[in-house]
Nanobody, 113 residues
Framework: VQLQASGGGSVQPGGSLRLSCAAS????????MGWSRKGSGIHLEMVAV???????VYDDSVKGRSTISRDNSKGTIDLQVDNVVPDDASVYYC????????WGQGTLVTVSS
């Protein structure tokens, strides 16, 4: 499975960020898919997860202002975060959980006015 993330860039506080991820290869093997972002230090923190049948889970930091969506026929997974705050600035990674974890290359989001 190959994942290509796009949509990063500069966002103003209070604005919206929209990220897209295109999967290719054996995407039918993807169970859960989601987005994570680089947290403090070197660890990654989960932002949102969507199951193969559309069950969604959000981290508390974005809950209520974020939407994750998935199109299995197209092999895409999108993330929108509204009312962006400075803490949303990070490198975002899409991923697919199959026989192993597959990761996109990361896309940078900065938050500035």
């Amino acid at each position: 499975v190959q994942l290509q993330a796009s949509g990063g860039g500069s966002v103003q506080p209070g604005g919206s960020l929209r990220l897209s991820c295109a999967a290719s290869g054996s995407i039918a093997t993807c169970g859960n898919m989601g987005w994570s972002r680089k947290g403090s230090g070197i660890h990654l923190e989960m932002v949102a997860v969507i199951s193969e049948v559309g069950v969604k889970v959000y981290d508390d930091s974005v809950k209520g202002r974020s939407t994750i969506s998935r199109d299995n026929s197209k092999g895409t997974i999108d993330l929108q975060v509204d009312n962006v705050v400075p803490d949303d600035a990070s490198v975002y990674y899409c991923w697919c959980a199959a026989d192993q974890m597959y990761w996109g290359q990361g896309t940078l989001v900065t938050v500035s006015s």
